[in-house]
């Protein structure tokens, strides 16, 4: 086997990435590893790491820019706050080029910067809070949302709050001790309120968001995930947010899951059962969200004409 598929190979195990000291290993010199780069088959991404595959997509890239700074920092090195949060899969932040890593308090912090994508820092940690995930160390699931909520803002932190409960990958029992973690920590004051609002029933960021408005205007939904079922117990549909009072459903319609045109057939033979069955389908997108009156006014609206009818 030659050394570009030996090198091929280690990458395809460490998320697209070989460092120069197993090119060496595979037979390749430090001359080769060069022309390789100024020839545009390799990207260099930090010093002694790179990607052998240059048409890497750019989901791939990311996870190599990350295996990457690990690398380069040496075995104590970890991922923190927003890179930590991506790589256990837990939702509710807009994704951005950088990669936050960290290398322990008593090693020395590089002076100058990288690459303009990474971010150093020193983070303390205790037991039991560091995990891997696929091959990469990171802060555990806990410890992450408990830093992240500290540097974000009250929709961003409950929406990463209802991700990992969601999820399964922190428990309510768990989330209770996040005061004690952030205690004394800058922004731990506005943050811990949000650890109230937390609903693992949530299923995606645009449902938080859309619960949030509805509770900062006044007409907080009664259930989520509410199963509304015909006299003789047949599912007619699940909404994402409910006045049971009313017969009011709203839907949060996120473009991953209602764009295909199976989705669309689906929500809206469930849409007709349901107005039939009486109850009034409200329907928000991420772009509702951004709009503070008009997701509660529109509920406001629907059970206004509810109450109408019942006088």
Known sequence: ???????????????GIVTLAQALRAGLTKDQVRQLCRSGRWQGLLRGCYVPEAESSDST??????RAALASLGSGAFAVLDTALELHGIAGLRRTAQVHVSVPVDSPRPQRALAPWLAVHQVTTGTGEIATVGGVRATSPLRTIADVILRV?????????DSALYQGLVTPDELAVVPRLIRGRRGAVAARPWLAEADGRAQSPLETRTRLRCVDGGVPPDALQLEVRDDDGYLLGIGDLGWRVWRVLAEADGR??????????ADRR??????????????????????????PWTVRQAITRKQDRHR
């Open 61 to 66: 890239l990311r996870r190599a820019r990350i």
């Open 153 to 161: 803002d009250r929709y961003s932190a409950v929406s990463v709050l």
């Open 270 to 295: 469930r849409q007709n059962r349901l107005v039939n069955a009486g109850w009034t389908i409200l329907r928000f997108t991420w772009q509702d969200t951004l709009r503070p009156d008009y997701i």
């Open 256 to 265: 991953s899951v209602h764009d295909t045109p199976e989705a669309a057939f």
């Open 1 to 15: 086997m030659g050394p570009h598929q030996v090198l091929r190979e280690v990458a395809a195990r460490q998320d």
